[in-house]
């Protein structure tokens, strides 16, 4: 790693957009940690893009993003400062399950973990010109139940529980964005695009964009100077779009407020 060299975080990165997403940045000089819970997908990720992009400062974090004990673990390992963080990682079981801490899979990993790895590791990134947060979300969101977010009195349904998980996304990015500002942190949302992945199949559904159509907007979020400065957003085939859902402040401060009481 050389001086002046930039060092980014990608979560869910070796989904089909996640690799699109760290392929582009490792692709503009970023040394790229990959961060998913396979070791061995990671690994055949970290080769494929050093083949890829010729950039060979491309390391590898096996993170359980469902766990806070991981997540913590992850940040305590942590060195020298954070440029970029893209929080990716998403799930969408067919099923309810639980993680081992005891908290729905879909919340733990979807909404939970963006709002994990904010806290834990925007303390590396203050006051570090330009540092930016990009959380990809989805044009599909909504039906947010704050009474009961993991599905344990209403009927589990993983396209529901997926959508609320996004609006979550949308909501938080908003609320981090303002209590960041003052660190130089910007803290933005986007849709990615419809791409054909393992969590599209999961609510079967296929795509009609590729994976570097899909990444496009989360990568002008991470790297274009267009949106240099700009936070609180949310952002849909590379422009700025309302949110109704961030524009609710009661609401954006009860789910944080939801969120760090999940210990």
């Known amino acids: 790693m050389h001086e002046n060299q930039k060092t980014a975080i990608v979560t869910g990165a070796y989904g ?15 040394r790229v940690i990959l961060v998913g ?20 400062d491309i390391l590898v ?74 959380n990809v979300a989805s044009y599909w969101a909504g039906g947010l139940n704050l009474s ?3 599905f344990k009195t209403r009927t589990y349904d993983n396209d529901k529980s997926y959508r609320q998980a996004k609006q979550a996304n949308r909501m ?16 933005n949302s986007c849709h990615p695009g419809d791409v054909n992945s393992k969590l599209s199949n999961a609510f079967g559904f296929g795509g009609s964009e590729s994976p570097e ?11 274009s100077k267009d949106v240099q400065g700009i936070t609180g957003k949310y952002y ?3 422009k700025a779009a309302a949110c109704p859902f961030s524009a609710d402040r009661n609401a954006t401060e009860a ?5 760090e009481s999940a210990g």
């Not at 020298?80 to 908290?103: D, F, K, M, Y």
């Not at 159509?213 to 790297?223: F, H, I, N, Q, V």
């Open 16 to 30: 089909a957009i996640g690799q699109a997403i760290a392929a582009g940045i490792a692709m503009n000089g970023y």
């Open 37 to 56: 819970r396979d070791s061995n997908m990671l690994e055949n990720t970290r080769k494929t893009l050093v083949s890829r992009t010729g950039n060979n």
């Open 61 to 134: 974090e096996a993170v359980d993003l469902g766990l806070h004990a991981d997540i913590a673990s992850f940040s305590r390992r942590w060195k020298g400062p954070l440029h970029l963080l893209v929080n990716n990682a998403a799930t969408a079981p067919r099923q309810r399950t639980e993680t081992s801490e005891g908290i729905e899979v879909q919340w733990a990993t979807n909404v939970l973990a963006y709002f994990r790895m904010t806290q834990y590791f925007h303390p590396f990134m203050e006051n570090i010109p330009d540092a930016r947060i990009v």
């Open 148 to 150: 009961d977010p993991e």
């Open 172 to 187: 938080i990015s908003a609320v981090f964005a303002e209590r960041l500002i003052q660190a130089g942190i910007t803290v």
């Open 213 to 223: 159509e899909g990444a496009a907007t989360p990568l002008y979020l991470s790297l």
């Open 236 to 238: 849909e085939h590379l």
């Open 255 to 259: 789910l944080f407020r939801l969120c």
